[in-house]
């Protein structure tokens, strides 16, 4: 007679891909019933956004279904994503599962661009999200998001005054653009930004979070070092383009990381081929092909997607409706959704392992 124990038994074998670990032993199979032939179970991955799911799903579902006294199986799919490691002498956010940063060596090379679809795409996945914009440079996350005009409210809590986040897409966010005075020289909004770092880590009511995407200024300055030092973070993703410069720079950025014990989830290649509006199948390799390859290979970091340069991409930016939302199928939003599973997946596996 086929029970409980023999279908964890018969599903016992198969593994998460990611965790290469038995999904019976990691707890991932819960609320099994059998009745009348029909067997329903929920299979709890460790992050909504997984990008094997499917694959998951479908060797569940051939392990027990010839087991004897089963005629349909029905699979309902949840997901509990893992709290980040803690880390000694760092103060991790209330609430906040995992923060992930998103860094360039450079400025321009779509940093901002990849941060908020990130952030839409995890939230599109069924994940709670809040977007960090900590780019004093260019604080250009809110017009992306469609916030422009957002202010950041003042809430009195039994903590004191905290910050009630904006929200848009699925994200809450809280930009340097919201305090800061943008037309005002860097070197004065330079020295502001430590503390303003911690009161947005701190003192803004993010309430629960599976991800905490932080946009950071690029290079490897103050912001940089006030984060690593401030939070526990799943890890950092490195954006650069094809171009020998934007390489180097990507090379310092590793080389900051790791020596601020971040890890490094990968990297990410923007704007790597270009496809014309009116040509969609067509693609230029303006700057040659497999350079993010090659580039990943020697700083020996995953390629985690390339997105090729897009005239819809910017004009999501600009009208505040991110690419992921606006054109969902295009090549970069496709690009984009897959990179963010692929961040979610190796922040799960840093959690787990
Ligand atoms: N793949 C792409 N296709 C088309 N346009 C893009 C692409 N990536 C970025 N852009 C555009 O390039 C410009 C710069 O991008 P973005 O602001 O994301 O870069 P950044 O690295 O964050 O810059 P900054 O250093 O100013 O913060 C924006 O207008 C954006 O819409």
């Known amino acids: 007679m086929t029970d409980t124990n023999t279908i964890l038994e018969a599903l016992r074998p198969v593994q998460d891909p990611e965790l290469q670990k038995s999904l019976v032993e ?6 099994i019933s059998l009745e ?27 392990a027990v279904q010839d087991l004897p006294g089963v005629e349909t199986v029905e699979i309902e799919v949840s997901s509990e994503t893992p709290q980040q490691k803690s880390v000694p002498d760092r103060e991790s956010v209330p609430g906040v599962k995992n923060i992930i940063a998103v860094s360039s060596g450079k400025g321009g090379v779509g940093k901002s661009s990849v ?26 996350a809110p017009s ?54 911690r009161q947005f880590l701190y003192q803004v009511n993010w309430g629960e979070l599976d991800y905490m ?26 954006v650069t383009t094809p171009q020998d410069v934007s390489l180097m720079d990507a ?22 081929y270009f496809i014309p509006p009116d040509l969609p199948d067509r693609r230029y390799d303006l700057f040659g092909s497999g350079g993010g390859e090659k580039a990943a290979k020697e700083l020996n970091v995953p390629l985690l997607g390339c997105i ?3 005239i819809s991409l910017r004009e999501g930016g600009d009208c505040g409706i991110p690419i992921v939302v606006s054109h969902p199928n295009s090549a970069s939003a496709s690009a984009l959704s897959a990179i963010a599973q692929q961040v979610a997946a190796k922040a799960s596996v840093a959690a787990l392992t």
């Open 144 to 197: 992306m998001l469609g916030l422009a005009e957002a202010k950041v409210r003042v809430q009195e809590s039994p903590k004191g005054e905290v910050l009630e986040p904006a929200f848009n897409h699925g994200v809450k966010l809280v930009s340097m653009g919201f305090l800061i005075d943008t037309d005002q020289p860097v070197v004065w909004r330079g020295p502001m930004l430590n503390g303003i770092i």
């Open 115 to 140: 941060a908020v679809n990130l952030a839409v795409s995890l939230a599109q996945s069924g994940a709670k999200v809040g977007l960090l914009d900590a780019d004093i440079y260019g604080p250009n």
């Open 36 to 62: 009348n032939g029909d067997l329903s179970f929920t299979l709890v991955l460790t992050t909504p956004a997984c990008p094997l799911k499917e694959m998951i799903v479908d060797d569940c579902k051939k």
């Open 251 to 272: 090379r310092r950025g590793l080389k900051m990381f790791e020596q601020l014990g971040v890890t490094v989830l990968g990297m990410v290649e923007n704007m790597s």
């Open 26 to 31: 990691l707890n991932m199979i819960r609320n």
């Open 308 to 310: 090729p340069l897009e």
């Open 213 to 238: 995407v932080v946009d950071l200024p690029p290079g490897t300055g103050d912001a940089q070092l006030t984060l690593a030092q401030a939070v526990p973070m799943s890890g950092a993703v490195i």
